[in-house]
């Protein structure tokens, strides 16, 4: 299966909010309510900050909020920090116990 | 905490095996809620699934890969294990091992990442 598409980089001054786009289709994003989020910053692991196209894991600020319409997924970052800038990653079932990673989008605070 | 942590060479020639183990610690890897993960990330690139493995031992493999990939587990040891054959340059990439919460099909917990090259 190909990679869902993001675009690759998004940017947001301090306090603004910054919105990415995930696009897959039918049979993955549009078909399935299992669209996850995860940040990573330079030289480290992915981080899990979204499950299920919009709840977020225990500890996770709630200025990470996620959205579903269609087959495209979006992560609205809120109030952003200088911390938020990291890379961004989508992810979803795809059936038949496949999965599928966006391309990544580089967050940059200005 | 659940720990989770790679090991193996971090050099691999071409048309060789890969082989990476990945040990959990702070939790048990015979545990019906998980899935245990490998997921690879080439240099400057996106993160790709490459499979996962139940602790019953039933596998599921990225079709792409699937020709050359075995995941594997070894509940006394809480390991689980990775060989993906014939490799190439392509396959050089950091490899992460993660645990995949079954219910909500997410991966929560994460390795540090191991950076394997493939090089004569």
């Known amino acids: 299966q190909s990679a869902l598409t993001q675009p690759p980089s998004a940017s947001g001054s301090p306090g603004q909010s910054v919105t990415i786009s995930c696009t897959g289709t039918?049979?993955?994003?549009?078909?399935?309510?299992?669209v996850s989020w995860y940040q990573q910053h330079p030289g480290k692991a992915p981080k899990f900050i979204i499950y299920?196209?919009?709840k977020r894991p225990s500890g996770v600020p709630d200025r990470f909020s996620g959205s579903k319409s269609g087959n495209t997924a979006s992560l609205t970052v809120s109030g952003l920090l200088a911390e938020d800038e990291a890379d961004y990653y989508c992810?979803?079932?795809?059936?038949?116990?496949?999965?599928?990673f966006g391309t990544g989008t580089k967050v940059t605070v200005l | 905490q659940l720990q989770l942590q790679e090991s193996g060479p971090g050099l691999v020639k071409p048309s060789e095996a890969l082989s990476l183990t990945c040990s959990v610690s702070?939790?048990?890897?015979?545990?019906?809620?998980?899935?245990w993960v490998w997921i690879r990330q080439p240099p400057g690139k996106g993160l790709e699934w490459i499979g996962n493995i139940y602790y019953s031992g039933d596998t599921y493999y990225s079709p792409s890969l699937k020709s050359r990939v075995t995941i594997s587990v070894d509940t006394s040891k809480n390991q689980f294990s990775l060989r993906l054959t014939s490799v190439t340059a392509a396959d050089t990439a950091v490899y992460y091992c993660?645990?995949?919460?079954?219910?909500?099909?997410?991966?929560?917990?994460w390795g540090q990442g191991s950076l394997v090259t493939v090089s004569s």
């Open positions: 299920e196209v919009n």
């Open positions: 993660a645990r995949q919460i079954s219910a909500w099909l997410a991966y929560d917990s």
């Open positions: 702070g939790g048990p890897i015979r545990s019906s809620s998980y899935y």
């Open positions: 992810s979803s079932y795809a059936g038949n116990s496949n999965y599928v």
């Open positions: 039918s049979s993955d994003i549009g078909g399935y309510n299992y």
